[in-house]
């Protein structure tokens, strides 16, 4: 999969990738990604927007990466989707040349400031709510999976074992009937 990814993206500048996927949850292994970061000629943009919900984070290799910048936020699992606050990850030069080049996209109120400074300091209350919706995301595909196994036997437990009982059971109805009779 990743071959014919990287073949589609040969004339691209720049690969956008949110990771996991929304709303598949879909992840690239994270050799994958980091084979896709070192061959990919341009700049790649890894939206981490579910980092927590994920296997693993690619903040890390961000550091190391000339070519890689990893964009997380608050909105998701911090549940602070109102306070319009995230961040980047990326290696020293690229932060240097976004402080002094870039300018950032709207100014941060003290609110979301505060509000950001606040949450950091609580991460274990989000760790927590993190693993909880895991663990039900967990027990949710499993009572799928169990519903889906029942709608794909239940057809055949009737075609199978009902339906010829059933069958026989009007057959043996229609031979008392003394209208119908089997003749030799």
């Known amino acids: 999969m990743l071959k014919n990814f990287l073949k589609q993206s040969k004339k691209a500048d720049i690969l956008y990738l949110d990771s996991p996927n929304n709303p598949t ?10 084979t896709l970061v070192k061959s990919f000629d341009g700049l790649v943009i890894i939206d ?23 964009v997380r936020t608050l909105s998701k ?12 990850v990326a290696n020293k ?15 941060l109120s003290t609110l979301t400031i505060e ?14 709510a993190v693993k909880i ?3 039900e995301r967990q027990r949710i595909i499993e009572t799928l999976k169990n519903l889906i196994l029942l709608m794909y036997l239940i057809p055949r437990l009737i075609l199978y074992y009902l339906m010829p009982i059933v069958l026989t ?6 031979l008392q ?8």
């Open 25 to 34: 949850g879909f992840q690239f292994t994270k050799t994958e990604l980091q």
């Open 133 to 135: 919706i895991k663990s």
């Open 77 to 88: 699992s911090f549940g602070m989707a109102g306070i319009r606050l995230g961040y980047f």
């Open 169 to 174: 059971n009007v057959y043996f109805l229609l």
């Open 48 to 70: 981490e927007a579910y980092g927590e919900f994920a296997d693993y984070s690619l903040s890390s290799f961000a550091k190391t990466q000339s070519n890689l910048i990893v």
């Open 177 to 184: 009937n003394k209208e119908f009779q089997l003749e030799n």
């Open 115 to 128: 509000s950001g400074i606040l949450a950091l300091e609580n991460v274990g209350l989000m760790e927590n």
């Open 93 to 107: 030069k690229f932060t240097d040349a976004f402080l002094n080049v870039l300018q950032y996209p709207y100014p």
